[in-house]
């Protein structure tokens, strides 16, 4: 697993918590964009880092975590 990967793992909770139904990328271990759509968080986290593929992920609802369970 990626670095960035085990970041999101790690901070999952506060993530749901915080960011729940918006995407964001991850780069370097740390979060570099928050947005409502995959592409547009991607364009932004390669503004940021542009030799870097960032991990961008959309953020479950704590409610759809059950199902995942």
Known sequence: ????DLWIVEHFSELVNKYAWKYVAVVNEKLVAVGKSGKEVEDKAREVEPDKIPSVLRVPREEEMVCLI
Do not use: R
């Open 1 to 4: 697993m990626e670095k960035d």
